[in-house]
């Protein structure tokens, strides 16, 4: 199968020499994404466009790669003819074949480039196949403005292609073209999608976690900062940095009055943020923050925030309704794992100031003792996004079984979609992660349940939070043994 792979026309409006730099890093992009998914392909960068070919048993991965990489605007699958002799008559022949379904009863128009050496015209090819659909095809139409189908081809030297399907992308920059920042994750709908818009942008981009609420919090960050990475950011190596934040609360808790504390956190986080971003020699920092959604997101405690930190600040969602914000989350893949994770509100306030005051803050903030802050980001830990299954399965929270005794129960929690695409053999039940908590309710005491899923990671979380609820015969199930990294 064979695809073009179209720019975004944010890069097609460059100059020929940044166009090029683009293409160029879009292509080892994609070079490198489909290494690591184990997609045989060939490439060829072209002015316009990159040519990927791999065998057709791939198409549906390499369609996917293709589609959730950063700066691919449209994947055009194309079909290819090799033609004897390259004449009208040949040609035409050849793309009604494949295209006279799709024109009857619409308005059509041909679009044909040509490359190499030929009796005809590109114009010439268009009238001879706009001629013989008409004539193939019933009630076609032809419409060379407004047309309901576009009948696209190529003909190079004696090889002749025609695009049958149109794929959308991600659109946006490559990966890794426009610097790095640092985003503040939580691992709820707003870091989510605004990290993935960070990405999207071109913008090679890390994850900070302040960790409030435990073990459970940590592996939950952790598996949708995963995601993000191996959905669409596979062509280069991120970070993910933990920062335990139990302690900084503690202090604000007993130093910070309550309608100061929402703001204070955040600021603490982002002079956290800075110092991080400092010794990794990054500039921006990102946050999931949209005006107006809490109390520390009106434009006051907002400029609030930004004082404490030097650094630029990007809000993706500044602007956005959390309606939009969710809708993101579900076109991502990322809704069902955002909507199962725990608010963790270790501040609280009963009275959250709206419109903070520059002075006041400056008198509460010389209450707190930084100390705490400091010992937090000695404390941090930092692991390659890519080693963080491994990371997570080294030392689990929960006991990993390898083989099921008689009378356990094996629980394949993954996506559904993961379910069809790589059914478990082994007798089980399917209890998507989403559904646990309700399926636990009839638990048996006495029965051991496996929890399992691809990479170990969504079961360990998922595991881990049934026996805090009580659940204490929940294992992890991993028949493989520990996935490579």
Request: contains cysteine.
């Amino acid at each position: 199968m064979r695809y073009w792979v179209r720019f975004a026309p944010e890069i097609m409006i460059k100059g020929s020499s940044v166009r090029k730099q683009l293409s160029a890093q879009l292509a080892e992009n994609l070079k490198a994404v489909f290494a690591k998914r184990g997609i045989e392909a060939t490439f060829a960068r072209h002015r316009d466009r990159i040519d990927v070919t791999v065998a057709d048993p791939c198409a549906t991965a390499a369609e996917a790669a293709l589609t959730q990489t950063p700066g691919v605007n449209q994947a055009w699958r194309v079909k290819t003819a090799q033609l004897d002799t390259p004449t009208l008559d040949a040609v035409a022949a050849a793309i009604v074949a494949e295209a006279a379904p799709r024109v009857t009863g619409k308005r059509f128009a041909v679009r044909a480039r040509r490359k190499g050496t030929h009796p005809f015209t590109s114009q010439e090819i268009e009238r001879a196949v706009g001629a013989a659909l008409l004539a193939a095809a019933p009630n076609a139409q032809v419409d060379l403005t407004q047309p309901e189908v576009v009948v696209e081809l190529e003909l190079d030297g004696t090889q002749l292609a025609f695009v049958d399907a149109r794929i959308p992308g991600l659109g946006g920059f490559p990966l890794g073209s426009q610097g790095e920042a640092l985003a503040l994750v939580s691992g709820g709908f707003d870091s989510t999608v605004a990290s993935f818009m960070s990405l999207r942008r071109g913008v090679r981009t890390h994850f900070l976690f302040f960790n409030l609420g435990g073990a459970a919090h940590d592996l939950g960050v952790k598996q949708m900062s995963f995601y993000l990475w191996q959905r669409f950011a596979l062509s280069h190596r991120l970070h993910f940095i933990s920062v335990p934040f139990e302690g900084v609360v503690e202090a604000l808790l007993t130093q910070i009055p309550d309608s100061y504390m929402g703001v204070m956190l955040k600021r603490l986080m982002l002079i956290a943020a800075e110092r991080i971003a400092d010794e990794m020699g990054i500039d921006a920092l990102v946050t999931g923050e949209s005006v107006a959604q809490v109390s520390s997101q009106t434009l006051r405690n907002l400029a609030l925030i930004d004082s404490a930190t030097r650094k630029l600040v990007l809000r993706p969602l500044a602007f956005v309704d959390k309606g939009e914000i969710i809708t993101w989350a579900e076109r991502i893949g990322a809704r069902q794992f955002a909507e199962t994770m725990p608010e963790y509100c270790a501040v609280i306030s009963r009275h959250p100031v709206t419109h903070g005051s520059f002075q006041r803050l400056a008198a509460v903030e010389r209450r707190f003792d930084f100390a705490r802050l400091d010992e937090a980001i000695a404390a941090r830990e930092v692991t390659p996004v890519d080693q963080l299954p491994q990371t997570i399965n080294a030392q689990p929270a929960v006991p990993v079984v390898t083989t099921p005794e008689a009378g356990d129960e094996i629980l394949d929690i993954r996506p559904p979609e993961r379910v069809k695409a790589a059914p478990l053999t082994l007798p089980h039940r399917v209890v998507p992660f989403f559904a646990l908590k309700e399926a636990a309710k009839g638990f048996d005491p006495n029965r051991r349940y496996l929890l399992y899923c691809d990479k170990g990671v969504l079961s360990q979380l998922h595991a881990l939070r049934l026996r805090q609820a009580g659940f204490n015969q929940v294992y992890v199930f991993r028949p493989n043994g520990p996935p490579r990294p």
